[in-house]
């Protein structure tokens, strides 16, 4: 009846997955992400999330960043290529007149002004305060005209019934998705599992952080070595960036 | 006493025309299996769960998906974490049993849920996590064959 | 002017009921494909994560131009006063509507939820030009609805050249509408043209116009009504500057698209490159569809005759199917420009062109929504009076 319920097992499952997100990675939430925003408080446009992304660190063949995506959103495939999602993936480009050879993670770019927000019929895909794009699949009707205005092929519409789901990651049949910018983590002030995955592994391509404050490490880095933005001519303003591109 | 109870017969007998099959075994009473240990109390009382529920997960709903508001006293995933436990035998009813706690009233009552169409039906610790089956389509000529040759609907269902 | 005699079809002979019997059957095959596309997942079906919209658009995005294309005649009489077409009016109308609704039969059904048709009308994206549509569809209904009220009620009939101005109006906005669906896509390199939206325009005249004459045809041939000459000489020398027209902007819109060479890569793959669309371009849409029909128009010697009409409507339709497979499925396959300079590849099919083999599933949900609009036509001329006793000519 209060708001003292008895949690004992519920608390006990939300502390032991505190404690592990701070033993899988330290360091990174100490300095990047400053403080946990209250559960009870709404986001608001103070802040900008963003990410970084040096090509030049990021390994051809390697796919932590889309493994850990996977495992996070349980995106189990049905060995449909054509129809499975994909909320990450990895992109290799070759530059036609040199032969020089790139390779990158491509994602939602959670533009500013989202041609998939512009066009959605009934407000399903939005943005958040926070600069986070994201599809409220409960009033997603499935028409998918937001994968026709993405200019980024971002969106996967689900094909095929889904079952076992994780927590955090509700979806099912019939809407359609996309990378949330783990929107999840991020309120618990945990970075995205893809930029975890790849600091773990060592190759350290991502930075994620608040584009609107000056001294945060993105914000940093884009100021000293800049960054830019894949379909730079539509004006978007996306908030992931690419650095050796 | 009387003025109050005979409206009442009445509605109940206009009921019981209605749906002359109406209370009869067709259809179950849903088995409700309360939460365990004394001390559990929901997070609101009893009653008003029953009947507004619904209204508490949509509101909460729009405030978490919209405004980033993720307090867990109306949390859907709190719901399912309280409610849907094993058994004695250490069974749990998932979404596609008429047990799953959430099922069986809403079955009773034939109200569609949304909710797991999308939304993990058990507590996380009891899901299994494997390649979902794949059933291979039934093509359409088949269906259009055995409905031309049979009087019988295709069940075609997967659960 | 003589007054027009408008009169029921009769509507009990064996053939009305085969017609409408074989009609039912197909919307019943269309059902049970929707039930299979909704319960299994639409991967049963041609569309993928790269090819998102298939052959329900094509069907559903044809039907829709038409339906605005069929009021023409309506609009020619009350807007233009050409009392030639007066009689034509009301089944224009009729029309209309039957296709609307057929073509958003379709849409509704191939939705990822179309459980959720109520969220569609409650939550509303005013910057979403599919929520315009929605509005824009309604209004045509209810517009079109009251025009064809005006015109069989006497009471009415006073105002019927203004309603028939404001479907007039409301036609031009909502085809602007659909075309504008295609051509706000930034996005992709073969929709980014406000071409589109007039394109459409034209061609709803000569794809309506088709249906029309077609549905026209059929009606007078199967009630034994008598059919002058007159009036189909008329339709038929208008559906000529139409198709010509629509020839003219498919031309315009493709030299335009090579001038910017930005767009010399989705030319080049509609044009030349690009297997079954190439194809369904040359082929279907501009011979087929075109020239073809344009040539039997103006062709001497056939020029009474109906099985020859019938044909060349019956073309423009194949044309119509085939420009919007061109324009829908043609302009997903190619694929999105990235990072000029650069191959791309990549998992999720970045940098090639996308396959799409249509599915059953997909053309029986298409023809379903063009049975549904007969089956509209079939039984209103049977029950309301839109059908003249007699179309002879006048001597």
């Given at each position: 009846m209060s708001d003292a319920v008895n949690h004992s097992r519920r608390s006990f499952l939300e502390?032991?997955?505190?404690?592990?997100?701070?033993?899988?990675?330290?360091?990174?939430?100490?300095?990047?992400?400053?403080?946990?925003?209250?559960?009870?408080?709404?986001?608001?446009?103070?802040?900008?999330?963003?990410?970084?992304?040096?090509?030049?660190?990021?390994?051809?063949?390697?796919?932590?960043?889309?493994?850990?995506?996977?495992?996070?959103?349980?995106?189990?495939?049905?060995?449909?290529?054509?129809?499975?999602?994909?909320?990450?993936?990895?992109?290799?480009?070759?530059?036609?007149?040199?032969?020089?050879?790139?390779?990158?993670?491509?994602?939602?770019?959670?533009?500013?002004?989202a041609p998939c927000v512009d066009v959605c019929p009934t407000g399903a895909s939005f943005k958040r305060k926070d600069g986070i794009a994201l599809v409220d699949k409960?009033?997603?009707?499935?028409?998918?005209?937001?994968?026709?205005?993405?200019?980024?092929?971002?969106?996967?519409?689900?094909?095929?019934?889904?079952?076992?789901?994780?927590?955090?990651?509700?979806?099912?049949?019939?809407?359609?998705e996309s990378c949330t910018m783990c929107v999840h983590r991020v309120d618990k002030a945990q970075v995205p599992a893809c930029v975890e995955a790849c600091?773990?592994?060592?190759?350290?391509?991502?930075?994620?952080?608040?584009?609107?404050?000056?001294?945060?490490?993105?914000?940093?880095?884009?100021a000293k070595h800049g960054g830019k933005q894949i379909r730079a001519d539509l004006k978007l303003n996306t908030g992931v960036r690419y650095q050796g591109i | 006493m009387i003025k109050r109870f005979l409206p009442n017969t009445f509605i109940v007998a206009a009921l019981a025309m209605l749906f002359p099959f109406a209370g009869t075994a067709d259809v179950p009473l849903p088995v409700i299996n309360e939460p365990e240990g004394e001390d559990v109390e929901c997070v609101e009382p009893e009653d008003d769960m029953t009947r507004n529920h619904m209204n508490y997960i949509l509101h909460q709903r729009d405030e978490t998906m919209h405004r980033g508001i993720r307090t867990s006293r109306h949390s859907f995933a709190e719901c399912i974490d309280c409610h849907v436990q094993p058994d004695e035998q250490g069974n749990i009813a998932s979404i596609d049993s008429n047990e799953h706690f959430c099922r069986t009233c809403h079955e009773y009552s034939a109200v569609t849920i949304d909710c797991f169409d999308c939304h993990a039906d058990r507590p996380q610790e009891f899901i299994e996590r494997e390649k979902p089956a794949d059933h291979p389509p039934v093509s359409l000529q088949q269906q259009v064959h055995q409905l031309l040759s049979a009087t019988e609907p295709t069940a075609g269902d997967s659960k | 002017m003589k007054k027009i005699d408008y009169k029921e079809i009769e509507g009990k002979s064996l053939a009305y009921y085969g017609l409408l019997g074989g009609l039912g059957l197909i919307i019943l095959i269309a059902l049970l494909a929707v039930y299979r596309m909704e319960h299994e997942g639409h991967y049963i079906t041609g569309m993928t994560n790269q090819i998102v919209w298939g052959m329900p658009h094509v069907f559903a995005v044809f039907l829709i131009v038409a339906a605005s294309g069929a009021l023409n005649v309506a609009s020619i009489a009350s807007v233009f006063k050409k009392a030639a077409y007066e009689p034509l009016a009301r089944l224009s109308g009729l029309l209309a509507i039957a296709l609307l609704a057929g073509g958003l039969v379709i849409l509704l059904l191939d939705l990822g939820r179309p459980d959720r048709l109520i969220v569609a009308m409650t939550y509303y994206n005013f910057k979403s030009i599919f929520a315009w549509n929605i509005f824009l569809y309604t209004g045509f209904f209810a517009i079109v609805g009251v025009y064809v009220w005006f015109m069989m009620d006497h009471n009415m009939y006073k105002f019927k050249k203004k309603a028939g101005l404001a479907a007039f109006i409301w036609r031009l906005i909502l085809t602007t509408g659909t075309g504008s669906i295609f051509g706000f896509l930034v996005a992709r390199?073969?929709?980014?043209?406000?071409?589109?939206?007039?394109?459409?325009?034209?061609?709803?005249?000569?794809?309506?116009?088709?249906?029309?004459?077609?549905?026209?045809?059929?009606?007078?041939?199967?009630?034994?009504?008598?059919?002058g000459d007159d009036i189909l000489v008329r339709l038929r020398g208008l559906l000529g500057v139409f198709v010509a027209a629509v020839l003219y902007f498919v031309a315009v819109y493709h030299l335009t698209n090579l001038y910017i060479t930005e767009h010399h890569g989705v030319e080049k793959f509609i044009l030349l490159e690009g297997g079954q669309f190439t194809q369904v371009f040359w082929i279907g849409q501009i011979i087929l569809g075109g020239l073809l029909p344009l040539a039997l128009i103006y062709a001497p010697g056939v020029r009474d005759s109906r099985q020859v009409l019938g044909l060349i409507c019956g073309l423009i339709i194949i044309g119509g199917l085939s420009s919007m497979y061109t324009i829908i499925i043609g302009g997903q396959a190619y694929p999105l420009v990235m990072f000029p300079g650069y191959e791309v590849s990549s998992t999720f099919f970045d940098g090639v062109v996308s396959n799409y083999t249509p599915s059953s599933y997909e053309v029986a949900l298409g023809l379903g929504g063009v049975a549904i609009a007969m089956v509209i036509v079939a039984f209103l001329i049977k029950v309301l009076p839109f059908l003249p006793a007699s179309l002879a000519d006048k001597q």
């Open positions: 502390k032991t997955a505190a404690v592990g997100a701070i033993t899988i990675a330290p360091g990174i939430m100490l300095h990047q992400v400053a403080s946990a925003k209250p559960d009870d408080q709404p986001v608001t446009d103070a802040v900008r999330w963003g990410m970084l992304i040096n090509t030049n660190k990021c390994e051809d063949g390697c796919t932590d960043c889309v493994d850990a995506c996977n495992a996070e959103h349980g995106l189990v495939g049905n060995n449909r290529p054509e129809t499975d999602t994909q909320y990450i993936r990895k992109v290799t480009l070759r530059e036609k007149q040199t032969g020089h050879e790139l390779s990158l993670p491509l994602m939602c770019q959670h533009c500013e002004t409960h009033i997603c009707i499935g028409c998918r005209y937001c994968m026709m205005a993405c200019p980024f092929k971002a969106r996967s519409f689900v094909h095929e019934q889904v079952r076992n789901q994780t927590l955090s990651a509700p979806r099912g049949k019939g809407t359609v600091t773990q592994g060592e190759h350290h391509a991502f930075i994620f952080g608040d584009l609107n404050d000056p001294n945060s490490e993105i914000s940093q880095e884009l | - | 390199s073969a929709y980014d043209a406000a071409l589109m939206a007039p394109m459409f325009i034209i061609m709803s005249f000569a794809f309506g116009l088709a249906i029309f004459i077609l549905v026209l045809m059929a009606s007078y041939k199967w009630t034994g009504r008598e059919l």
